[in-house]
């Protein structure tokens, strides 16, 4: 079990849930904490959950600039009902270590700002990610 991923049911709504990531040591995100929602449907785990961070400091190529996340794994079409949220959870984490892991599923568009920044300006991607 990672312990630098925390995530909950919210007191209120079971399908709404929180959690948090925390920076792995040693990657540009060492030292943050970022906020995402998890919101899933009544028909969760054969519809895919819809997973934003609400963290204006998240700035990932896989995250566009309203906080959804684009991965593989969450992709319309590709989602699979034996995918545990945790998995998710972890995906997530790994994206932190490696932030160019999973671009193929990311589509640039006006609001991918970071994803291309990542491709286009490297460096200055990297100085603008550092915690």
Same mark, same amino acid.
């Given at each position: 079990?990672?312990?630098?991923?925390?995530?909950?049911?919210?007191? !209120?709504?079971?399908?709404?849930?929180?959690?948090?990531?925390?920076?792995?040591?040693?990657?540009?995100?060492?030292?943050?904490?970022?906020?995402?929602?998890?919101?899933?449907?009544?028909?969760?785990?054969?519809?895919?959950?819809?997973?934003?961070?609400?963290d204006s400091r998240m700035y990932h190529p896989n995250? !566009? !600039?309203?906080?959804?996340?684009?991965?593989?794994?969450?992709?319309?079409?590709?989602?699979?009902?034996?995918i545990y949220l945790y998995k998710i959870f972890e995906?997530?984490?790994?994206?932190?270590? !490696?932030?160019?892991?999973?671009?193929?599923?990311?589509?640039?568009?006006?609001?991918?700002?970071?994803?291309?920044?990542?491709?286009?300006?490297?460096?200055?991607?990297?100085?603008?990610?550092?915690?």
């Open positions: 079990m990672n312990n630098s991923i925390y995530a909950y049911p919210s007191s !209120d709504d079971p399908y709404e849930w929180r959690g948090y990531l925390y920076g792995p040591p040693n990657s540009l995100y060492a030292g943050g904490e970022y906020e995402f929602r998890v919101y899933l449907s009544p028909e969760y785990p054969f519809k895919k959950p819809i997973i934003r961070f609400y995250v !566009d !600039d309203m906080g959804n996340i684009h991965t593989l794994l969450l992709k319309d079409g590709e989602w699979n009902p034996n995906h997530l984490y790994e994206l932190l270590i !490696d932030p160019g892991k999973d671009l193929d599923s990311v589509k640039e568009t006006r609001f991918t700002t970071a994803l291309r920044e990542y491709r286009s300006n490297p460096d200055r991607f990297n100085r603008r990610t550092s915690v």
